[in-house]
């Protein structure tokens, strides 16, 4: 048998030894062509001229491992014993047995990743090498905490992005990118930094590697600390309306908008208040208007007076009567406008009591012939009839 037939035979029963791979090793070994190996001896004397590694390619994931032999050959082709020594350039090797003049080489990946080269060195002389591909072991899973959480509009809440292997163990260094299910709610940044904008709620999303964790997040209005109604007090007639206004503020005094307020009057018999905070004056009095957000009060007090007379007209604005007789007078207060004012203090007097005098409703009495000036006065405005009054005739 021709040495080249002898060794092709050694090497297809190199390729047909079934490797020794830890239970979790998913990598696939391709095992490449013969590549010759340094001849560390004179073929003439038929010791080892040839150590061939197997397998010459393979691929891991991280902390995987692999078996490897290495195998010294004769110039016939037939195995020869040599003693070998294991080096790699990532990762750890250990020499596991020997049997049969081959040498078994048990090698661990490392946490990092890329090409790593094993290489088997004959003693005396000669090595070959292999080469491992270290890839990084897959996201499975990615957890993300707090998985809830709670904020104000205006706050912020960190998350945190933890990827995981199919065992659960923790990977490092791996890239993750956040989203928002409802950006108008709250939005995420690159690192996980949710920032809540509105009241409502959205799912924030941690991606690694197509896997994803998420997180329930609720954004809540900033509540009302206080309420200020301006103005804080006000007078106004019967009839008049007063505009109020409420401002709203968080704990910190800042002005809040778009919340819920309602009012309320203490006397709604004097003063009715409506939704938007307009007071109408029903009667003279006074009451307590009351805004109300989210369980914080704020008030205004309201006084309600008569609207002031501006004048006074009495009718007759002039009679004549005889001695002894007696005619009745009317004073009507008005307004500003001239709009008869109802329910006012009037009270009477006569410019002349030996001519003629009046009574509190005002009833004017002739008591000697002359004339007279009769004057009703409400509310420091005065209007007057003149009264003549003569002889009863004989």
Same mark, same amino acid.
């Given at each position: =048998?021709?040495?080249? +037939?002898?060794?092709?035979?050694?090497?297809?029963?190199?390729?047909d030894r079934? =490797?020794v791979?830890?239970?979790?090793?998913?990598?696939?070994?391709?095992?490449?062509?013969?590549?010759?190996?340094?001849s560390?001896? &004179?073929?003439?004397?038929g =010791?080892?001229?040839r150590?061939?590694?197997?397998?010459?390619?393979?691929?891991l994931?991280?902390?995987?491992v692999?078996?490897?032999?290495?195998?010294g050959?004769?110039a016939?082709?037939?195995?020869?014993?040599v003693?070998?020594?294991?080096?790699?350039?990532?990762?750890?090797i250990? &020499?596991?047995s020997?049997?049969?003049?081959k040498?078994?080489?048990?090698?661990?990946?490392?946490? &990092?990743?890329?090409?790593?080269?094993?290489?088997?060195?004959? +003693?005396?002389g000669?090595?070959?090498?292999?080469?491992?591909?270290?890839t990084?072991v897959p996201?499975?899973?990615?957890?993300?905490?707090?998985?809830?959480?709670?904020?104000?509009?205006g706050?912020t809440?960190q998350l945190?992005?933890?990827?995981?292997d199919s065992?659960?163990a923790v990977?490092?260094?791996?890239?993750?990118?956040?989203s928002?299910?409802n950006?108008?709610?709250?939005?995420?940044n690159?690192?996980?930094?949710?920032?809540?904008?509105?009241?409502?709620?959205?799912?924030?999303?941690?991606?690694s590697?197509?896997?994803?964790?998420?997180?329930s997040?609720?954004?809540?209005?900033?509540?009302?600390?206080?309420v200020?109604?301006?103005?804080?007090?006000a007078?106004?007639q019967?009839?008049?309306?007063?505009?109020?206004?409420?401002t709203l503020k &968080?704990?910190?005094g800042n002005?809040?908008s778009?919340?819920?307020?309602?009012?309320?009057?203490?006397?709604?018999?004097?003063?009715?208040?409506?939704?938007?905070?307009?007071?109408?004056a029903?009667a003279?009095g006074?009451?307590?208007?009351?805004?109300?957000?989210?369980?914080?009060?704020?008030?205004?007090?309201?006084?309600?007076?008569?609207?002031p007379?501006?004048s006074?007209?009495?009718t007759?604005t002039s009679?004549?009567?005889q001695?002894?007789?007696?005619?009745?007078?009317t004073a009507?207060?008005?307004?500003?406008?001239?709009?008869?004012?109802?329910?006012r203090?009037?009270?009477?007097?006569?410019?002349n009591?030996l001519v003629a005098?009046v009574?509190?409703s005002?009833l004017v009495?002739?008591?000697?012939?002359?004339?007279?000036?009769i004057?009703?006065?409400?509310?420091?405005?005065g209007?007057?009839?003149?009264?003549?009054?003569?002889?009863?005739?004989?």
């Amino acid at each position: =048998m021709t040495f080249k +037939h002898k060794l092709s035979c050694r090497l297809a029963l190199l390729k047909d030894r079934t =490797m020794v791979v830890s239970t979790a090793l998913l990598a696939v070994a391709a095992i490449g062509g013969c590549e010759r190996s340094l001849s560390f001896t &004179d073929p003439a004397t038929g =010791m080892v001229t040839r150590l061939v590694i197997s397998p010459k390619i393979l691929t891991l994931r991280q902390n995987q491992v692999a078996d490897f032999t290495a195998v010294g050959l004769a110039a016939t082709g037939d195995t020869a014993t040599v003693a070998v020594s294991w080096s790699v350039t990532s990762g750890s090797i250990t &020499d596991t047995s020997t049997s049969n003049g081959k040498h078994y080489g048990r090698y661990k990946a490392a946490s &990092d990743t890329g090409k790593v080269k094993v290489t088997a060195t004959g +003693h005396p002389g000669g090595s070959d090498t292999a080469v491992v591909t270290v890839t990084p072991v897959p996201v499975a899973s990615v957890t993300v905490t707090p998985t809830s959480a709670s904020a104000q509009v205006g706050q912020t809440v960190q998350l945190s992005a933890t990827t995981q292997d199919s065992t659960g163990a923790v990977l490092t260094g791996r890239a993750v990118s956040w989203s928002s299910s409802n950006l108008s709610v709250a939005s995420v940044n690159g690192s996980g930094l949710v920032t809540g904008l509105a009241a409502g709620a959205t799912t924030v999303t941690a991606t690694s590697e197509g896997q994803g964790g998420t997180s329930s997040i609720t954004v809540s209005s900033v509540p009302v600390a206080s309420v200020a109604v301006i103005p804080t007090s006000a007078t106004i007639q019967v009839g008049q309306t007063q505009q109020l206004a409420a401002t709203l503020k &968080d704990a910190s005094g800042n002005t809040l908008s778009g919340r819920v307020v309602s009012w309320s009057s203490s006397n709604p018999s004097v003063a009715t208040v409506s939704g938007s905070g307009v007071v109408t004056a029903a009667a003279v009095g006074s009451a307590i208007i009351t805004a109300t957000s989210e369980g914080q009060t704020g008030t205004s007090s309201i006084t309600i007076t008569n609207v002031p007379v501006a004048s006074v007209a009495v009718t007759p604005t002039s009679a004549g009567i005889q001695v002894g007789q007696t005619v009745q007078l009317t004073a009507t207060p008005q307004d500003g406008s001239g709009s008869p004012l109802s329910g006012r203090a009037v009270t009477w007097a006569s410019s002349n009591g030996l001519v003629a005098t009046v009574s509190g409703s005002g009833l004017v009495t002739a008591a000697a012939v002359g004339s007279a000036t009769i004057t009703a006065t409400s509310e420091g405005q005065g209007g007057t009839s003149s009264i003549t009054v003569s002889n009863v005739p004989v």
